[in-house]
């Protein structure tokens, strides 16, 4: 425990960054040793005049506070670079967090990860499918990981709920949930997962924090998948720290009219892997990245999807479901790209949702099911 004191009394040092951190504890070997320095060989570092003062005089009613907090609760671990369970992917990264605060099951955080972001205002569709991909991945055994924001992330963190596990990294101390609306989310990840932040327990989110976060989420993860972007969403700096970071990106495309795809478009542009399903992931990632090192193939093609449902599709039928477009589709352009009566349209309509071969969305439009989806997986809020 007095070991885990100077650690904790090291991250907590005022006005020095994970980088200078990493540098002085090159030099010096352990916190301990650095805190014992003499003053006169304090001075010789260049550190600022608020950081020596806080290494000849620590405030250890911080550290006090942290450690009454993980005596609190079976569930909360500091987790040290030099523990055995240090993540070896996140060890790999750049200035790895000295150490983080954890939330919930320890285990989780050595399980194969991949990470999932994007928009924090997404579309349904968008939604929906982050929710898909995630329960599918997870269904695997991938670990989802995330950041626990609206849209996209919370969308990820919910589809992985229902099938494994998931990890959410915080932009703010693990005493201050952000945002406030997904606190109940972050109760359920406690038992299915963990929640994980390498900021001060009471840290409020500042703007900077979130791209320090970021470089953990893909710090986690093999793999790192985008959904709904724009051009300038933050979710492209995970992207980018997953590239540097020499881990593959993977990116979901849309329409060319959604400017929220536009992020995503880039990406692909940019070398990032198209991805139509979780398959296109599984066939990029190493053996090793797998749990049990397992593959397995998920995917089949809408006819075959079709068959499996008890649903022997007419002409017209077929007709019909083409008309439908993965984008969510209006009745009266089912009418003209059809050419069939009203009647016989919501008649069909019917029939094929019951099937789980087309689903309806809220403001009367349609939109044809996923492959994946004609397992009936619930719908997310």
């Known amino acids: 425990m007095d070991d885990l004191r100077f650690w904790l009394a090291l991250v907590h040092t005022p006005g020095i960054g994970c980088g200078r951190l990493h540098q002085l504890l090159a030099a010096y070997e352990s916190p301990r040793k650095l805190f014992s320095r003499p003053a006169s060989e304090l001075h010789a570092l260049p550190i600022s005049e608020h950081s020596r003062a806080f290494f000849q005089r620590p405030d250890w009613r911080i550290v006090d506070q942290c450690i009454a907090w993980l005596e609190s609760d079976t569930n909360h671990h500091v987790v040290k670079l030099t523990d055995p369970d240090y993540p070896a992917l996140l060890k790999e990264i750049p200035d790895p967090p000295l150490l983080f605060f954890l939330n919930g099951q320890r285990q989780a955080i050595n399980t194969p990860q991949i990470a999932m972001v994007g928009s924090r205002n997404p579309t349904a569709t968008g939604r929906q499918t982050a929710f898909d991909f995630a329960a599918q991945l997870a269904h695997q055994k991938f670990t989802i990981t995330s950041g626990l924001a609206l849209g996209i992330d919370t969308a990820s963190h919910q589809g992985a709920l229902s099938n494994h596990l998931t990890i959410a990294v915080l932009g703010a101390g693990l005493n201050r949930i952000y945002p406030k609306r997904n606190t109940n989310l972050a109760e359920q990840i406690l038992t299915r ?64 009219h959604n400017p929220l795809t536009r992020g995503c478009h880039d990406l692909i542009k940019q070398g990032a892997k198209l991805v139509e399903t979780i398959d296109d992931i599984i066939e990029e990632l190493p053996s090793f990245a797998f749990p049990n090192n397992a593959r397995s193939k998920t995917n089949v093609d809408n006819n075959q999807c079709s068959e499996q449902a008890g649903l022997t599709l007419t002409p017209d039928y077929v007709l019909l479901r083409d008309a439908i477009g993965y984008e969510p589709t209006p009745f009266g352009l089912l009418i003209t790209r059809t050419g069939l009566t009203t009647e016989a349209i919501s008649s069909m309509l019917l029939i094929l949702e019951l099937n789980g071969v087309v ?18 997986k619930p719908q997310i809020s």
């Not at 320090?212 to 972007?229: M, P, Y």
């Not at 809220?362 to 492959?371: D, E, F, N, S, V």
């Open 193 to 256: 997962g963990a929640v994980i932040s390498e900021f001060p327990l009471n840290a409020s989110p500042k703007r900077y924090h979130f791209p320090q976060r970021n470089r953990l989420i893909s710090g986690l993860s093999v793999a790192t998948l985008v959904v709904e972007a724009n051009a300038r969403s933050g979710s492209l700096i995970t992207a980018k720290h997953a590239a540097e970071q020499g881990r593959d990106v993977f990116a979901v495309p849309g329409s060319i």
């Open 359 to 376: 689903e309806t969305r809220p403001g009367g439009l349609y939109m044809r099911c996923t492959t994946g989806e004609l397992l009936r």
